[in-house]
């Protein structure tokens, strides 16, 4: 949830473009791979960015969510481009009053012809958080964090305890940064409903979720960084455990007690350790 003053339209789309850069740099968002998306409740004017208005029809209806503004990266646009040029790679979408169709403002810079298609997974995530939560803002972000991804083709860390008692052990931040651990997702095909119906159930429990063999998805309602801060957190943990797993698991990692500690201390409630 945001305070007055709300962050304005070019802030919101400098941030998006700082985050998918650093996603870039963390090597999470290959080529095309990644999309991003805000939700905010507050009114803001598309128009002075996004000057060309069309109607579509929403993937799922989004009653509670009329009026409610997106920022949507497009489909096949690559993250790390954003920075330079938002209104190429962003469009601008408004939900209608009947929550079923929206306006999508994009710009004449517009260099795609869809939002990403994964959108209906991150409009199912942003409807879902909002009105449980009542916030006023929403960031979703999806990228491809090598070591996260790896690790998820192996059988074992597919399962949320032995997943999250492993990668949690590596630094003290990450207990404290994801308290209630990574959230792993089955695999199911890009796009569709399964994958959009069980990410909805992982992420209601979590910040960070894996979709095994595929990649990570993380939110906040706080920032469109913050959310890409979870998906570096979770990929730092992944890289050490990979690393331990090279070097023939020679490490065990911050123990149990060591952990309670730092959450005692810092006052972090969680139940995985
Ligand atoms: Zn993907």
């Keep these: 949830m945001l305070q007055a003053p709300y962050p304005e339209l070019d802030d919101l789309l400098e941030m998006m473009g700082e985050a998918g850069r650093h996603l870039a740099d963390i090597e999470a968002s290959e080529g095309a791979a990644g999309n991003i998306s805000v939700c905010l409740r507050w009114p803001i004017e598309p128009r002075t960015r996004f000057p060309l208005v069309d109607e579509i029809s929403l993937p799922q209806p989004v009653p509670e969510l009329a009026g409610a503004t997106f920022l949507v990266s497009g489909s096949g646009r690559r993250l790390r481009e954003i920075i330079d040029e938002p209104t190429a790679n962003i469009a601008c979408l408004v939900v209608d009053k009947d929550g079923r169709t929206g306006r999508i403002y994009t710009s004449h810079q517009r260099r795609f012809e869809h939002v990403t298609s994964e959108f209906n997974s991150h409009l ?121 797993l090279v ?18 201390a810092f006052g972090v409630q969680q139940t995985i350790f």
């Excluded at 305890?161 to 994801?178: A, K």
């Excluded at 960070?208 to 939110?219: D, E, F, L, P, S």
Aim: hydrophobic residues 40%; proline residues 7%; contains cysteine.
């Design 124 to 244: 199912a995530v942003h409807y879902d958080q909002m009105v449980s939560s009542g916030t006023n803002f929403h960031a979703v972000i999806h990228a491809q964090p090598p070591h996260m991804t790896y690790l998820s083709h192996i059988p074992r860390y597919q399962d949320e305890t032995y997943l999250n008692t492993h990668l949690l052990r590596w630094q003290p931040e990450l207990i404290i940064n994801l308290p209630e651990g990574i959230g792993p997702v089955p695999f199911h095909v890009p796009g569709s409903a399964e994958l959009m119906a069980d990410n909805i159930q992982a992420l209601r429990r979590h910040r960070v979720v894996i979709w095994c063999k595929h990649g990570a998805m993380a939110r906040s309602d706080v920032s469109v960084k913050r959310a890409a801060d979870r998906i570096e957190y979770a990929e730092a943990a992944a890289r050490y455990e990979y690393l331990n």
């Design 247 to 264: 070097a023939g698991e020679p490490a065990d990692g911050l123990a149990p007690g060591e952990i309670r500690e730092i959450c005692q």
